[in-house]
């Protein structure tokens, strides 16, 4: 407690107001989290947010299962339901996760007049627009800090401390899974499947871990960052998304050998014509600190006008890091609860009346540079052939690794950085150099981005 004095004549004044009443929805792994820092650090958070806190109620979906957490003190129930309608509870707070029923639950906690804090990212991604407009019309807040890289607050940063910027673009390391798998596949040379199970058994990917190797998991919370940054609606279904499953062994140590790391990448981009938004495997300098981001921890590289490039890093799962942003939007929302409605911070930081109709582009709008794998004969002209086409497309080679043909191939694995270059373009001219007898197979691309 440090030289704070707990007695003082202050304190006594602010928290003698009825304790706020939370209802929780969910006792796992994030719930229980919410649960012990709730308790552990009551008195700093009441310091904090100038009331008591307390957790009244919490539905989870066993109760004779063994709690980590300690639940003295709230009435315990299977049906989140009641909850809801609970008119004890003050705020209501969802850490279910999924669409159903945590959609129905909190737009009936809306409906109740509650306020919502939440982590559940899809249920933003998909249906935020409606439930910002419910909680909108009925003067309530809708918080969900915790939806978009754990316990990193991104949300905040974009949405309030990066408030005076115009924000360019956003890249960012937000699947923990993904990132620990490339992380295995570079630092020990293991392919794929062998570093996704050792993700599963580390507990660290969705119940579906096809959500964060496809890539969904991130663009879910690439969503959200983008409408925070650049004040446009909710559209997860505009969003260009590849996963990593098709990264193999080789292309990590290819790219590293040229001097880049693989990471899957969500990217936000202001352009002239639209916004991109893109979930994909992206080369990246290695010099960059982003690129050093390793294992299941996340970052977010957010570049305003006036500040400049700026990069937030933690944890982006885990009970008790989740269980930071959780808490923290519950500060927010009590502190609001004494102040003007009128003067809240907007759910997603743009007042609703200020949202942009900017286009999202389509990817073959998109421009980047690209890394390219191919297999070709080892005979004279093959790589003239390839460079030609990449010519006729105005499409720029950054760097060439041709690399020996294994005893007795015939076949040999070139790799191509080219500059900047329209998808539309390198669409054609990879349809092009596809189509050449002495190149087999379709050509490997990964995206690449300097991030200067
Ligand atoms: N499965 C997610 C990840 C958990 O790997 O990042 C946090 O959303």
């Known amino acids: 407690m440090g030289r704070y004095n707990p007695d003082s004549a202050e304190i006594i004044r602010r928290v003698a107001l009825k304790p706020v009443s ?10 229980g989290g919410t649960v012990k820092v709730l308790k552990r650090n009551a008195f700093e958070i009441t310091r904090r947010a100038g009331r008591e806190i307390q957790i009244v109620a919490a539905a989870a979906r066993n109760l004779k299962h063994p709690r980590q957490c300690d639940t003295t003190g709230m009435r315990l129930t299977m049906n989140p339901f009641e909850i809801v309608a609970d008119p004890e509870v003050d705020i209501v707070v969802e850490l279910i996760g999924g669409l159903a029923p945590a959609k129905e639950l909190v737009l009936k906690a809306l409906d109740a007049g509650k306020h919502v804090v939440t ?8 249906h935020g627009n409606e439930i910002f407009a419910k909680a909108q019309e009925r003067g309530l807040m809708v918080a969900f800090e915790a939806a978009v890289a754990g316990g990193i607050p991104i949300i905040k940063a974009v949405r309030e401390g990066l408030a005076g910027n115009t924000v360019e673009w956003l890249a960012g390391i937000i699947n923990g899974t993904c990132n620990f798998i490339l ?7 293991r392919d794929f499947a062998e570093a996704l199970a050792e993700a599963q058994a580390l507990g660290y990917a969705e119940a579906d871990p096809s959500f964060d190797v496809e890539g969904i998991d991130a663009a879910h919370k690439l969503t959200i960052l983008a409408s925070t940054a650049f004040g446009i609606p909710l559209q997860f279904d505009k969003v260009y998304v590849e996963g990593i499953r098709g990264i193999t062994a080789l292309d990590v140590s ?3 050998a040229l001097g880049y790391r693989i990471k899957l990448l969500g990217i ?4 002239g014509e639209g916004i991109e938004l893109r979930v994909h495997p992206t080369l990246i300098p290695a010099r960059r600190l982003i690129a050093n981001v390793e294992g299941v921890m996340n970052a977010v590289l957010v570049k305003g006008d006036a500040v ?13 890091p989740t269980a930071s942003a959780v808490v923290a939007d519950i500060i927010d929302v009590v ?3 004494t102040s003007d409605p009128e003067n809240r911070v907007p759910h997603l930081a743009f007042q609703p009346g200020a949202i942009s109709d900017i286009p999202v582009l389509p990817m073959e709008a998109v421009e980047t540079a690209y890394y390219l794998r191919l297999s070709a004969e080892d005979k004279p002209g093959v790589l003239a052939d390839v460079a030609r086409i990449l010519a006729d497309h105005r499409i720029s080679i950054e760097a060439v690794i041709q690399k020996e ?12 950085l080219t500059h900047r270059v329209r998808e539309r373009e390198l669409n054609q001219a990879l349809r092009r150099i596809e189509a050449l007898p002495t190149v087999g197979g379709p050509v490997k691309r990964i995206r690449l981005e300097p991030l200067g």
């Open 22 to 31: 939370i209802g929780l929805l969910g006792l796992g792994t994030v719930g």
């Open 119 to 126: 982590a559940n990212k899809m249920l933003i991604a998909l």
């Open 183 to 189: 992380s295995e596949m570079r630092e020990k040379g």
């Open 254 to 256: 290819y790219a590293e």
């Open 268 to 271: 936000a981009r202001r352009t």
């Open 308 to 320: 400049g490039p700026t990069l937030y890093y933690g944890a982006g799962a885990g009970a008790e």
């Open 335 to 337: 502190r609001t609860l």
């Open 405 to 416: 043909p294994r005893h007795g191939e015939t076949q040999l694995p070139v790799i191509l």
